[in-house]
């Protein structure tokens, strides 16, 4: 299990939580989606890049609306989130060719969200290697891969 759910343990943003209020409201708020670094918005989520990836290519798929359980989000939502995940697979097997991906959601700060109040999606690939590279770098994420050229290819795609 420890392996499963390490990676979303480098959490999104602890840093840069804002006192007057939830970072995944106020992104796509302010459209300016490249230095936000939203690749897509679709009706009801939009995916984002983890500005502390733990891996190159690690996207986040999340719903507009403000809530901290599955339960908050209406079927249709549900199922875009869904949706939206698997397309952000396939983009990334296109891209990345990874040996494998993680998905995952943790709910609740008890769980290891770093934004408890506002649920996330993790998708991001992972390589053979790339877990034993962790390990030995500790939490200093060393990336293959410029934030800004991820973000080009990415958005190219979707
Ligand atoms: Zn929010």
Not at 49 to 67: E, K, S
Request: proline share 5%.
């Amino acid at each position: 299990m420890d392996r499963l759910w390490n990676p979303w343990r480098f959490q999104y943003v602890s840093k840069e939580k804002q006192p007057d209020g939830c970072i995944f409201c106020a992104l796509p708020r302010e459209n300016r989606d490249e230095e936000n670094l939203i690749v897509y918005r679709g009706k009801s989520n939009f995916i984002i890049l983890n500005r502390y990836p733990y891996t190159t290519g690690h996207l986040m798929v999340v719903p507009y609306q403000h809530t901290s359980s599955l339960q908050g989000i209406d079927e249709a939502a549900a199922s875009e989130l869904f949706l939206l995940a698997r397309t952000a697979e396939a983009k990334l097997r296109q891209i990345y060719r990874p040996n494998g991906l993680n998905l995952g959601m943790n709910l609740g700060e008890a769980a290891g969200a770093g934004i408890a109040g506002h649920i996330h999606m993790h998708v991001l690939p992972r390589w053979i290697a790339d877990s034993n590279f962790m390990t030995v770098i500790g939490e200093t994420r060393i990336l293959p891969e410029d934030l800004s050229e991820t973000y080009r290819k990415l958005k190219a795609v979707f």
